[in-house]
T-cell receptor, first 115, second 113 residues
Framework: KAGVTQTPRYLIKTRGQQVTLSCSPI?????VSWYQQTPGQGLQFLFE???????NKGNFPGRFSGRQFSNSRSEMNVSTLELGDSALYLC??????????????FGPGTRLLVL | DQQVKQNSPSLSVQEGRISILNCDYT??????FLWYKKYPAEGPTFLIS?????DKNEDGRFTVFLNKSAKHLSLHIVPSQPGDSAVYFC????????????FGSGTRLSIRP
């Protein structure tokens, strides 16, 4: 079974631009969560999607948005990029979204550098 | 305010010895605890978990201990192997949703020959 894939793997943007990141979950998984990881920080929760509906959103500004499609693939968008948005963005999929009690499978991440 | 703290950013252990990674938490409502392992250029992978109703969970070379009174969690790896060199994140949850999982900042474990 193929794992979680994320595209692109690396991205360089300049301040003020916008970016779209993509995540394809494991086949059959309906829940996708997004996290931001910055140096020295743990993973910070961004959003969780289940069956095309956003179930939860983390404490991030409105510049961060996302969506999930009918095939469970998910995208996240960051508009008006700031230097502080430079980070590794990880997505994770699970069957039902009960992420504490069932295993979340993470993709390799997209490393975003904002100049 | 960090609810989950991993106070050691790095740890070096000799191959064959025991590795002990520590994690402290502040929220007494956490009821589920997890450890993830991350290699460079890969996403984190789930390692082991423990419910708050237990104080120990073992899976092969990996054992997690939970001390609720001290709000302390530890991961023991015995014996340590070169492939264990990675960053280890502890995480705690006060509910089942991914939004309820709080991650620590990670400990980089290096296994030396």
């Amino acid at each position: 079974k193929a794992g979680v894939t994320q595209t692109p793997r690396y991205l360089i943007k300049t301040r003020g631009q916008q970016v779209t990141l993509s995540c394809s979950p494991i086949s059959g998984h309906r829940s996708v969560s997004w996290y931001q990881q910055t140096p020295g920080q743990g993973l910070q929760f961004l959003f969780e999607y289940f069956s095309e509906t956003q179930r939860n959103k983390g404490n991030f500004p409105g510049r961060f948005s996302g969506r999930q499609f009918s095939n469970s693939r998910s995208e996240m968008n960051v508009s008006t990029l700031e230097l502080g948005d430079s980070a590794l963005y990880l997505c994770a999929s699970s069957l039902t979204g009960h992420a504490a009690q069932e295993t979340q499978y993470f993709g390799p991440g997209t490393r975003l550098l904002v100049l | 305010d960090q609810q989950v703290k991993q106070n050691s950013p790095s740890l070096s252990v000799q191959e064959g010895r025991i590795s002990i990674l520590n994690c402290d938490y502040t929220n007494s409502m956490f009821d589920y605890f997890l450890w993830y392992k991350k290699y460079p250029a890969e996403g984190p992978t789930f390692l082991i978990s423990i419910s708050s109703i237990k104080d120990k969970n073992e899976d092969g070379r990996f054992t997690v201990f939970l001390n609720k009174s001290a709000k302390h969690l530890s991961l023991h790896i015995v014996p340590s192997q070169p492939g264990d060199s990675a960053v280890y994140f502890c995480a705690a949850s006060a509910g089942s949703s991914a939004s309820k999982i709080i991650f620590g900042s990670g400990t980089r474990l290096s296994i030396r020959p």
